[in-house]
């Protein structure tokens, strides 16, 4: 089945700067890309998704990169906020199915 | 609307009992899906219902059952439930395949087995 690596797994960032977060994927076939946000005790929450026709996705501070050669796609969010900080997933999606990285933990500190 | 909806929300369980899950979408969503997150392990798909009628094993389906009711619900049971079941268990929709992608979650089950 799919393998979805993602690094780092704690990052740190002063408000202001920006993060990025990357993924892994080990099978060509996935065609769908999600990144999900979760808040303690909260269920993860979709902010951004690319699919394997496009390269790159913004939505304000936001931006998807998906390189389909390489097999990796990353998370760029700017000019962070502190209500910014929670554990985002990425994932990969083949045939219905849905496989997760193990999740970025993110503190941005005022 | 509620979306997808999760009970119970909190469970102890002795090891050896058994327990359901219950879901229920107001999506009319085909795809149901059952996940499992442990620390450190990200989202672990259980099982997966793509339409009425239909199931399969996801990637950690051993000591798990499900049952698609009908479109909008999709259960899960645990027949003997072990201490490394403690976990927080994710129900999710999705119309995957008809052109949208997006899993909605519901709330989730915070399940722990003494």
Known sequence: GENVEQHPSTLSVQEGDSAVIKCTYSDSASNYFPWYKQELGKRPQLIIDIRSNVGEKKDQRIAVTLNKTAKHFSLHITETQPEDSAVYFCAASISNQFYFGTGTSLTVIP | ?114
């Open chain 2, 1 to 114: 609307n509620a979306g997808v909806t999760q009970t119970p929300k909190f469970q102890v369980l002795k090891t050896g009992q058994s327990m359901t899950l219950q879901c229920a979408q107001d999506m009319n969503h085909n795809s149901m899906y059952w996940y499992r997150q442990d620390p450190g392990m990200g989202l672990r798909l259980i099982y997966y219902s793509a339409s009425e009628g239909t199931t399969d094993k996801g990637e950690v389906p051993n000591g798990y059952n499900v049952s698609r009711l009908n479109k909008r619900e999709f259960s899960l049971r645990l027949e003997s439930a072990a201490p490394s079941q403690t976990s927080v268990y994710f129900c999710a929709s999705s119309e995957w395949g008809q052109g949208a992608y997006e899993q909605y979650f519901g709330p989730g089950t915070r399940l722990t087995v003494t």
